[in-house]
């Protein structure tokens, strides 16, 4: 159908491709947003993709990388599906932090789920060298002046309602620190969903609720403007 695309994933040594055909609700509208339902709908598709393709347990990082964490963040860490984040060049002790998170429950993805019992608390290093060390791809600005506001926002904050400028925590050009991660050229959809969740309550993962404070401070306008920013630092 013209309002619909697939998302193919093949999986390394397997001559098998699971394609899932996800309705255009999965992708974000033109100005960023993304719609309602799409992160079920991604989750659902990417799912059974997985399931259908993934091999049995892997036995080391190099094979959970390139045949389970493969199918959504791709071979060198940088995401093609708006929905989930490029991982390449984000910071091994970030990435660290929010793997053993979801092991330990402590942060939930519907998309993670059947995603986390193959991963081992001695495997997390592993795979947080790897994607540390990839190189991140640039992203794209779709609106250049809802990224000139989300660049004030960041760099300056909002002062009438206390939001503080990001730049203090993510650094100047977006690439973050150990603490606080890499959001240069990240997808605008995915960057957009986490600042909801860290507004709703849904994300709970952040030390000192940092984050869910900030969130809960921010417009969805505000939200998607930092996000749209964000995408082309």
């Known amino acids: ?29 033109r100005d960023g947003r993304v719609r309602s339902g799409s992160r079920v709908m991604a989750c659902l598709a990417i799912t059974a993709a997985w399931m259908a393709a993934t091999p049995a347990p892997a036995d080391d990082v190099t094979t959970l990388v390139t045949t389970v964490c493969n199918a959504c963040h791709m071979p060198d860490g940088n995401s093609v599906v708006p929905m989930f984040p490029k ?39 592993g795979i947080a060298a790897f994607y540390a060390g990839q190189k991140p791809a640039p992203g794209t600005v779709n609106d250049a002046a ?4 989300g660049r004030k926002l960041y760099e300056d904050g909002n002062e009438e309602s206390g939001v503080p400028a990001c730049v203090g925590c993510h650094q100047p050009a977006g690439e973050g620190n150990p603490r606080f991660p890499r959001l240069a050229g990240q997808h605008q959809a995915y960057t957009s969903l986490e600042m909801q969740d860290f507004k709703t309550g849904l994300r709970a993962n952040d030390k000192g609720k940092v984050m869910r404070a900030v969130a809960d401070r921010l417009t969805e306008t505000e939200i998607y403007a930092v996000a749209e920013y964000l995408a082309g630092l």
Request: with cysteine.
């Open 146 to 149: 809802l990224a000139e506001a």
């Open 87 to 125: 991982l390449a060049g984000q910071h091994a002790e970030y990435l660290e932090k929010q793997l053993a998170d979801y092991v330990a429950g402590k942060r939930a993805n519907d998309a993670m789920g059947p995603v986390i019992p193959q991963i081992k608390a001695a495997d997390i290093k």
């Open 1 to 29: 159908p013209s309002n619909c695309y697939v998302l193919s994933f093949i999986m390394p040594d397997r001559d098998l491709r699971a394609g899932a055909v996800v309705s255009e609700a999965v992708s974000p509208a």
